[in-house]
């Protein structure tokens, strides 16, 4: 017999799923718009402003999505056949259907995890990049790193990592662009300003519709130059918008909300501390991602679906995921929810 669910469902699987709030919808209702096509949008506008001052770039760019930013940087770096490094699962690597070879025309290498969970180590970039090979060899452009690493269980590279990362990318003449979808979760755990963990890199891309809870958006940062080259790009992938300021409206009032996120840690840690007190051999979380080894991963997020938490399995568990819609008794339910381990 089935236990019926207690309350409204507790929807872990990502933090994409929250919904926009009342005070975020009424920025969204009277926000001031422009056509972003034709002459610009004022609120476009301000958005990029304040997330190019936020990560330190000269320019920045509102894309639709994190997807969307990743694909116009490389079709900016790249050209066709140009092999681009990014560490082992990375989001650009297995979760963009292919697009980076599609339509960025890129050879895609992954590189190991040597300096911890989601890192490589500045030695990696050295040992794939070998100048001064044959006229046949393939030529090394672009290292996109992803800070937090989603694959990984949301781990950061430190500001020290990442320094050396760059390091290492520029003196092999790569340019670097950072995947940051959960940079703000990343700065947010280290206790440092987005800024210095994008410094260096030469183009970022940073989601406003993950933990920061707007409805659509991400930003794409980088030089004047760059930008305008990847405002080309994004009217070609039809990514353009008009009145994109109902949009950046609710971009604007999800950077208010940086310093929240250090909540949904707490609970991501609260609920590996309650589950690996019940027996399950959870690691603790380093941001906002939980991930629990279980032997049925589609099993158990059915039996979990049933009493109304909604997980997602991976290869080898159940990833859960909090945010702004997931509350400290939503946790608690989601612990007690957890049949014991087999
Ligand atoms: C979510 C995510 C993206 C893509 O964002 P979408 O808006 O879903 O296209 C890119 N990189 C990472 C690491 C992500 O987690």
Redesign the pocket.
Known sequence: MTVPPVGPPVDLRSD?VTRPDARMRAAMASAEVGDDVLDGDPTMRALEAKVSELLGTEDALWVP????G?LIALCVHLERGDRFLAPDR???LD??AGTAAWLAGGMPRALPWTAGPGVPDPSDISRAVAPGGPYFALRDRLLCL?NT??AAGGTVTTASQHRRLVAAAHDSGLLVHL?G??LWNAASALGVAPAVLAEGADTV?V?L??GLGAPVG?VLAGSAEFVRQARRVRKMLGGGVRQGGVLAAAGLVALERQDRLAVDHEHALLLAAGLADRGWKTAPPQTNIVAVPVHDPAGTVARLGQVGILTLPTDTGVRMITHCDVSRHDIIRTINAFPPPA
Not at 65 to 68: A, K, P, W
């Open positions: 994409t999505s994190g997807s969307m990743n990375a989001h650009i979760l963009e992803e690493h989603g995947d979808a959960r891309q989601c519709s993950k991400s």
